[in-house]
């Protein structure tokens, strides 16, 4: 069967198609945020007719590995990217688009010299042990001839399954399945190893870490900008921007946070240490040497002579005060 169906897909160039496994939390900003980052390599997403946006599976044509790699690089909202083997809304049609995928494309990943792995994943489902075995026997179809190795393979593939959103309404079977070869894991860690919990100066305003990476991606952040944000607080934006190699800049109107004085944020701790500041923020992630400078400034009265002196501004502001009021 795989033969007649690498018969019938040679002589046909084979555009390949992607999987991108996103994270259910940011739901509204993870369009925005795909395709900022494709458009930093010229490149586009074109949702079809049947793209479902809230989605935690998209599939993307159009596109180089490493396309997927470079947006996989940096996004926050997406978990993990698969070249797209094959998909169905049944187990049947899954085997069948996976044997109409060419042999030829599977093959490098297929060798007896390699070792593999196979991850079963199931959103708005979790499944025993038993049933996750037995789903990876289902496709013994595949002419897989390496050795499986779970610690440390040279390929994963994983069979993703969609069992909807709703968790009071679980399905037995699954919406829609996906078969891929795993590429990269996107940024995911960054939220954690960022956290402002573990932050050096936090303020009671302090701007969470994942949507900090997620405003530095949408704004489309590179090495080497000159990024202002004139509402810095606590520096947030600029932590995030600096980790994508961005000069970073700032101003806000509140003397105390500029200098890293005055009363401290911590529930143990009373006043702010002598070394709690923006600069020390940007030393804590290793990005000190971008760090431009801050300075106390009401953003409602121009102070810059220059425009556009900066490559990008990233800022969020909640609440606009100005001088003298
Ligand atoms: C939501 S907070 C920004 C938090 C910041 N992103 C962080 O992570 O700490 C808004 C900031 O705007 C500042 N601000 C309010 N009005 C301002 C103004 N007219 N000019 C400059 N800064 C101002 C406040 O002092 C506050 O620090």
Known sequence: MLHTNMALHSGRACSRQYLLHLAHDNVDFRLPEIKALLS?????????ETFIEKSPFWQLNGLSEDDIRSVMSRTVCGKSAFELWGHGRTTDELKRSLLAYPAESMAPYLQQNSTYKINVYTFNKTL????????????????????V??????HIFCLLEDYGSDPNDIPDDPFHLYFGRWIADGQRELIRSHSVKKRHFIGNTSMDAGL?????????????????????????????????????????????????????SRKDQKWRGPDENIRANLRQYGNESLYVDVMVSDASKAVWRKN????????????LQTEGL
């Open 40 to 48: 930093l390599r010229n490149q586009s997403f074109d949702t079809s």
């Open 308 to 319: 556009p002196l900066f490559d990008c501004i990233v800022t969020d502001r909640m609440f």
């Open 212 to 264: 900090s990476f997620i405003m530095a991606n949408h704004a489309k952040v590179k090495a080497d900008d000159l990024v202002y944000d004139p509402f810095v607080g606590t520096g947030s934006l600029l932590v995030a921007c600096s980790h994508f190699g961005a000069y970073v800049c700032g101003t806000d109107i509140d003397y105390n946070t500029i200098h890293g004085i005055g009363k401290a």
């Open 149 to 154: 190795n779970l610690k440390d393979p040279d």
């Open 128 to 147: 025993e042990f038993k049933d996750r075995i037995s789903k990876i026997d289902a496709l013994d179809f595949l002419p897989f001839e390496g050795k």
